[in-house]
């Protein structure tokens, strides 16, 4: 396991965990959000999930990460929030295609 650890950093895997806590889904303009930022090398990356149904009721999803980092789990959690609801404004349903 350490060596893992040692070879994934020197390659520039580092050590990257999802968060333990799940945080609530926010719904936005039709579109449901639910921010899921990870561990990396000691800072919070930027991250989480984008979803709606289509026509026929299917769910249709978009993962997304950021390069960002802050020190807090929370801090990202809210940034996730910010940046989710910029990639709707921005592209609408076309996350999707």
Avoid: C
């Amino acid at each position: 396991m350490v060596f893992g650890r040692i070879l994934g950093g020197l390659f520039g895997g580092g050590e990257k965990r999802a968060s333990s806590v799940a945080f609530p889904a926010v719904d936005y303009k039709g579109f449901t959000i639910v921010p899921a930022p990870t561990q990396r090398n000691g800072q919070w990356q930027v991250g989480g999930t984008i979803s709606k149904p289509d026509a026929d009721g299917e769910m249709r999803e978009h993962a997304f990460i950021r390069a960002d980092q802050v020190p807090g789990r929370d801090e990202a959690a809210d940034f996730s929030l910010r940046k989710a609801r910029q990639i709707i404004d921005e592209q609408g349903e076309r996350i999707f295609a």
